[in-house]
């Protein structure tokens, strides 16, 4: 078995035994901005949160791209986030995931599974607001790897 896939299984072991720990917790949204190392465009995002502990986050995610010499991308993403509070309303934080890329090249799509791994820092405006930048690489099985740096707003409910 290759070294991806034995990582790829690692990851989901661990996103689903985050997942079942689950207890109600903190739901938030909101919208981001990114750019592709590879595909060499922006895109638009949306993403929901929750709060599974007070350190630990999940986060769905999907990216559209903006079409850039002929190719279409857009990305479905599920992280985890593990949440280090720093002074000054800052929250720096280390992310470990799996995403599905979907490329469309002159009307032929295909579709790609893989890990992210990356990091974040974000700010909190107000109790409501916060403003975050984060970088990840995103491994797949087809060398279609890309790093992605994005920042974006989010609303805590």
Not at 27 to 55: A, C, M, R, W
Not at 88 to 103: D, E, I, Q, R
Not at 135 to 151: A, E, F, M, N, P
Request: a negative charge; aromatic letters at 14%.
């Amino acid at each position: 078995m290759c070294m991806k896939k034995i990582l790829l299984t690692i990851c989901a072991i661990f996103l689903s035994t985050v997942a079942a720990m689950a207890e109600k917790g903190d739901v938030n949204v909101g919208v981001n901005i990114s750019y592709p190392t590879e595909q060499k465009g922006f895109g638009l995002g949306v993403k929901g949160q929750y709060g599974i502990t007070d350190h630990v986050r999940g986060e769905l995610s999907w990216e559209n791209f903006f079409e850039n010499d002929g190719v279409k991308e857009w990305d479905l993403n599920l992280d985890i986030h593990y949440l280090l509070s720093l002074p000054a309303n800052l929250k720096l934080y280390p992310l470990v995931g799996l995403h599905y890329s979907h490329f469309n090249v002159l009307d032929h799509g295909k579709g790609f599974v893989g890990f992210n791994l990356g990091a974040g820092i974000e700010y909190a405006l107000t109790d409501s607001f916060t403003w975050n930048i984060q970088g990840k690489y995103s491994w797949s099985d087809d060398d279609l790897d890309q790093g992605v740096i994005s920042t974006g707003i989010v609303y805590h409910f």
